[in-house]
Nanobody, 115 residues
Framework: QEQLVESGGGLVQAGGSLRLSCTVS????????MNWFRQPPGKEREFVAS????????YYADSVKGRFTIARDNAKNVLYLQMNNLAPEDTAVYYC????????WGQGTQVTVSS
């Protein structure tokens, strides 16, 4: 059974850092491009970052470019999101995602940034 499990969220002050992880099972992780999305309170889910299957290419939303870094470890089946210089507007539930004939989502991890 395919499973994506996020971890690493929490409460942090503005300017602080967090590293999120997403552990994938039930899929051949190294075959998949991977994404991070987030859903701020009361808003739609939005794209944050993506990474190619081999880690060679990465893409970022303008709002996080230069502050967030997406990475992966194909030997461990883990996707990461390093978040630096966090701001209150980064407060959201963060989800990892991939797709083939269907979309796969984790349960999300809450990130709260206090001002």
């Amino acid at each position: 059974q395919e499973q994506l499990v996020e971890s690493g969220g929490g409460l942090v002050q503005a300017g602080g850092s967090l590293r999120l992880s997403c552990t994938v099972s039930g899929l051949t992780f190294s075959d998949y491009n991977m994404n991070w999305f987030r859903q701020p309170p009361g808003k739609e889910r939005e794209f944050v970052a993506s990474i190619g299957w081999d880690g060679a290419r990465t893409y970022y939303a303008d709002s996080v470019k230069g502050r967030f870094t997406i990475a992966r470890d194909n030997a461990k089946n883990v996707l990461y999101l390093q978040m630096n210089n966090l701001a209150p507007e980064d407060t959201a539930v963060y989800y990892c995602n991939t797709r083939d004939t269907r979309a796969y989502w984790g349960q999300g991890t809450q990130v709260t940034v206090s001002s």
